[in-house]
């Protein structure tokens, strides 16, 4: 696959008109908000209540996180208090926007060195990577988006990543298709996201903006209003004897709520339950998820007396509820020279452990139930019940290219966490220079804090976001 995808980017630099005109960091995302929900399909006015119940998908709509309503259409047609555009410029508009002659290829390239200034300070670790997009929009009801990733590591060597590949058309402009390789993102949270049951990847708290990879799969979109439906037929991991799995989820507004509810369904196979809601009480957005789950495929770490060890492994039973729930709020300053985002969210972890000890005062017998493949690694994320998660950060301080920035992440249930603090320089173009420091804490064979408490410090140097 990783073959396919580089030799269709060298066909259409060979053989289609492509426009490559310089961009900037932001124009380099233009291809995406092009194939968003909001540009295709239309989103509601600008003020209006579906408007204002829109503002907490913001937050997470930069790590394409929540499928929201948005307010697009209105940024990109709202017109002065005297100028009047006829719906014929409006309609010509929409058309220009989602038809092309030429085949647009972009991306981003990051270089970045980073040192060990605590425990390998002699040390440099270096990382290439690069985004490359194809978007080709040959009329307005036809579309083909490829995105992939090309990373180079001295000691891994190079990985390729294909992370989307698909078509969009539609049925008489009334059902929107999209078939191939897609994130489909049903959560709202943004460091955690237990609504996130399609996508092949799921949230990292500590890098919670980056992109989830997501299946092969069709999609109907059917827009009604301010109501969405979506249907979904999975195909990833299919090959023609067992069933795919099928989804659905529908979009709602009451008041300045933002409601979705969806399900993942396969014979015999695990599937989920979906609630999700976005509002906004003031300048401060919340959001929340709950999911219910069924035949899941996971098996815990029980006590046995009888077994060598003391402990065997359990097969999943039952239903399984997780829930989370959290808040952002942004302020910036009159002069808009200096802004603060403040983020937090609790979860609690439905197939995590009433009782964590099980694991953590036995290791040696873990690691054999490990050897055997009674229980996988995987079975053993997220061990706990309840976790937390918080940052704080202040942008661009009197616009002097600084960002110190605070982060928090914990597991509530045996007291170990991560603390993050770092300081970042982005006043030189294309460069960006970052200091941190970290302590895991808690004690000794708990979840973040297996060695005990531990430091570390850190030096990096980026050309980072260079787009083109």
């Not at 709020?329 to 808009?336: G, I, M, Q, V």
Request: charged fraction near 20%; include cysteine; glycine fraction near 10%.
């Amino acid at each position: 696959m990783n073959k396919n995808f580089l030799r269709v980017l060298a066909l259409v630099f060979l053989m289609s008109p492509v426009s490559l005109a310089a961009q900037d960091a932001s124009d380099a995302g233009a291809s995406d908000s092009l194939f968003s929900d909001e540009s295709l399909f239309g989103s509601p006015a600008e003020g209006s209540e579906l408007d204002e119940g829109s503002q907490t998908a913001e937050m997470g709509e930069t790590a394409g996180k929540p499928e929201t309503f948005g307010s697009a259409e209105a940024d990109l047609f709202s017109v002065g208090l005297v100028e009047e555009i006829s719906s014929d410029a409006v309609s010509t508009a929409v058309t220009d926007l989602l038809e092309s002659d030429e085949v647009i290829i972009g991306g981003n390239f990051s270089v970045s060195m980073d040192v060990d200034l605590l425990d390998d300070p002699g040390n440099v670790t270096a990382e290439l990577s690069s985004r490359l997009f194809l978007d080709a929009r040959p009329s307005s009801d036809f579309g083909v988006y490829i995105k992939g990733d090309i990373d180079y590591d001295p000691v891994d060597d190079a990985e390729v990543t294909l992370r989307e590949m698909f078509a969009d058309t539609n049925v008489s402009d009334t059902v929107f298709l999209r078939a191939g390789k897609q994130a489909v993102n049903w959560g709202v949270g943004y460091f955690y996201s237990p609504a996130n049951v399609i996508n092949l990847e799921t949230v990292d708290p500590e890098n919670p903006e980056e992109e989830l990879l997501g299946p092969l799969a069709v999609r109907a979109h059917l827009p009604l209003g301010t109501t969405n439906f979506y249907a979904y037929t999975i195909l990833e991991d299919f090959d023609g004897e067992a069933e795919p799995r099928y989804a659905a989820m529908g979009q709602f507004l009451a008041g300045n709520v933002e409601v979705s509810l969806g399900g993942i369904y396969q014979w015999d196979a695990p599937w989920a339950g979906v609630l999700t809601a976005t509002t906004a009480i003031g300048d401060v957005s919340l959001f929340g998820e709950a999911v219910v789950e069924g035949d899941v495929d996971r098996n815990f770490v029980v006590e046995d007396e009888a077994a060598p060890m003391g402990i065997t492994s359990e097969a999943a039973d039952g239903l399984y509820y997780s829930a989370t729930a959290g808040f952002n709020y942004l302020w910036n300053s009159d002069d808009e020279n200096c802004s603060i985002l403040l983020l937090g969210q609790y979860y609690y972890n439905g197939l995590g452990y009433a009782d964590q000890t099980v694991i953590t005062d036995n290791p040696a017998g873990v690691g054999t139930l490990i050897t055997a493949g009674d229980v996988t690694t995987a079975d053993l994320m997220s061990p706990g019940r309840h976790y937390g998660a918080a940052s704080l950060s202040l942008t661009d301080v009197c616009d002097t290219g600084l960002t110190p920035s605070v982060f928090w992440m914990g597991n509530l249930a045996d007291g170990s966490g991560r603390v993050n603090t770092g300081l970042s320089y982005k006043g030189i173009d294309n460069l960006i220079f970052s200091l941190s420091w970290g302590r895991s804490y808690g004690d000794e064979g708990m979840e973040f804090s297996p060695d005990g408490v531990n430091d570390s410090i850190s030096l990096s140097i980026s050309f980072a976001d260079s787009a083109f």
